[in-house]
T-cell receptor, first 112, second 114 residues
Framework: EDQVTQSPEALRLQEGESSSLNCSYT??????LFWYRQDPGKGPEFLFT???AGEEKEKERLKATLTKKESFLHITAPKPEDSATYLC?????????????FGKGTKLSVKP | GAGVSQSPSNKVTEKGKDVELRCDPI?????LYWYRQSLGQGLEFLIY????????KSGLPSDRFSAERTGGSVSTLTIQRTQQEDSAVYLC????????????FGPGTRLTVT
């Protein structure tokens, strides 16, 4: 069973159509949850870190929220340049200090 | 400032050959990580270096994989006797400290084993 599950696998939106991406996790204790954006042929680009339930972070059209079991990445009025794969990763308490556990990502396409 | 750099960007090798992949972390970052990304799969942790501590090798898939970090900076990931299943994008990341702080990734090396 995957410890980090992202849904949907793919999402197609029209420009301006707001939506949310989901990241659910089943690790026993959370030290941190990370959101990354990955463009084709490039490495992941850091977006947000969330540490505790109820925490929220915002950057431009993106807002990340965290509960005890999942995180949401809300995209408000997306633009075509927001098209990318969005990755969620968790850092587990008691796990390897260096090991982020990644989900498989949600591929977002925003059409003009 | 300069980000994480990796070389080569692409590597095609024959099955059974050895390959070396290089990573230059962000200056001042004490922690360095290697991940592997296969098509349709999430990023898979390979190895982690933090300062002068012994590396965490718990993610290395077999003894054909090894890595070293010289002088607390540049790292080399070596794959011996490459197999077709080793084909993937190998990503390096660095961070200020090694306890889950934000990891900054390089562009990756795409390895193809023929």
């Amino acid at each position: 069973e995957d410890q980090v599950t992202q849904s949907p696998e793919a999402l197609r939106l029209q420009e301006g159509e707001s939506s949310s991406l989901n990241c659910s996790y089943t690790v026993s204790g959370l030290r941190g949850l990370f959101w990354y954006r990955q463009d084709p042929g490039k490495g992941p680009e850091f977006l947000f870190t969330l540490y505790s339930a109820g925490e929220e972070k915002e950057k431009e059209r993106l807002k990340a929220t965290l509960t005890k079991k999942e995180s949401f990445l809300h995209i408000t009025a997306p633009k075509p340049e927001d098209s990318a794969t969005y990755l969620c990763a968790v850092h587990e308490q008691g796990g390897s200090q260096g090991n982020l556990i990644f989900g498989k990502g949600t591929k977002l396409s925003v059409k003009p | 400032g300069a980000g994480v750099s990796q070389s080569p960007s692409n590597k095609v090798t024959e099955k059974g050959k050895d390959v070396e992949l290089r990573c230059d972390p962000i200056s001042g970052h004490t922690a360095l990580y290697w991940y592997r990304q296969s098509l349709g799969q999430g990023l898979e942790f390979l190895i982690y270096f933090q300062g002068n501590s012994a590396p965490d090798k718990s993610g290395l898939p077999s003894d054909r994989f090894s890595a070293e970090r010289t002088g607390g900076s540049v790292s080399t990931l070596t794959i011996q006797r490459t197999q077709q299943e080793d084909s993937a994008v190998y990503l390096c990341a660095s961070s200020l400290v090694g306890t889950g702080y934000e990891q900054y990734f390089g562009p990756g090396t795409r390895l193809t084993v023929t």
